[in-house]
């Protein structure tokens, strides 16, 4: 086979039997919207001192199946070494957009963009058909722990307010509005400054910039898959390769998982994202397994 993930062929064989009757993801609780946003963040981590602060625009519509995310930040970084200081300033321009499943990601500095099949959406689409992600997100929160502390009006918007692993998340129908965080002596904040939801999002809003688009394999693109397995010798591979996944502790995985330093959307999952990934691939195997 040539494909050799154990990640990879488990997915692929799981998905072929849901994939045609996977439909539109209801991210939100809001048809369409654009939203603005301000962020900041400071603090002292491995002696080094950061501070930073930064923009973002979300343009969303179809309930969150298109969005398109525009964020721009500067982070400055004083490091001391043997008493002298040294001063590091980065600039970042950062835009994705989603569309139906579809990922792209843009990278202004090879002036390309890189596009595959966001594997969160699809595998909630495929696993969790009658829910919306917005209440994935939520049993995700509560599968690390985090629970629901208080409801506050945030902007005219009644929020409820989510708090796991030291962030916290104001909340307005599955749409983040506000988030803090202090994470080893660094502190995050984003917050919406500008909102306008249930309006017309103009087609220019998720155009993005001409550059190449460059495709990258999807663990749920199975055609190569299909044509080259050898059915006897291929099942009782995919059930080696389950067995082992099925033994793999979340650390174990996430090593698994991150070894691409390709896939750009996997190594930008948070540490919920593959947290709830891991626990959807061992509910995959005890479903296939009659469990």
Request: with cysteine.
């Amino acid at each position: 086979m040539k494909k050799s993930s154990l990640l990879l062929v488990l997915i692929i064989t799981l998905i072929s039997c849901n994939s045609n009757s996977q439909k539109a993801l209801k991210r939100y609780q809001i048809k369409s919207g654009i939203v603005e946003y301000k962020s900041t963040i400071t603090g002292n981590a491995l002696g080094s001192t950061m501070s930073g602060a930064g923009t973002e625009t979300i343009y969303f519509k179809d309930w969150g199946a298109i969005e398109l995310k525009d964020e721009r930040s500067t982070q400055n970084t004083t490091i001391k070494i043997l008493g002298t200081e040294k001063n590091e300033t980065e600039e970042t321009h950062i835009v994705n957009k989603l569309d139906n499943g579809e990922w792209y990601t843009v990278n202004f500095d090879r002036k390309e963009i890189t596009a595959q099949r966001s594997i969160p959406m699809d595998m909630i689409t495929a696993f969790h058909p009658d829910a919306d992600a917005g209440d994935v997100g939520r049993d995700m929160i509560k599968g690390l722990e985090g629970k629901m502390i208080g409801e506050e009006d945030y902007k005219g918007y009644k929020c409820e307010i989510w708090e796991a692993m030291g962030v916290k998340q104001w909340v307005y129908k599955h749409f983040t509005l506000k988030i803090e965080s202090t994470v080893m002596g660094i502190t995050t904040s984003k917050e919406a400054t500008s909102i306008q939801f249930d309006i017309p999002v103009p087609d220019k809003y998720f155009e993005l910039p001409d550059f190449p688009i460059v495709k990258t394999e999807s663990f749920f693109n199975n055609e190569d898959f299909n044509e080259d397995m050898d059915m006897e010798t291929d099942m009782e591979s995919i059930n080696e390769d389950m067995t082992k996944l099925s033994k793999l502790s979340f650390e174990e995985w996430k090593t698994m998982a991150l070894a691409d330093k390709n896939d750009e959307e996997m190594q930008n999952m948070s540490e919920a994202e593959l947290r709830e990934m891991y626990n959807m691939i061992q509910k995959m195997i005890k479903m296939r397994n009659g469990e």
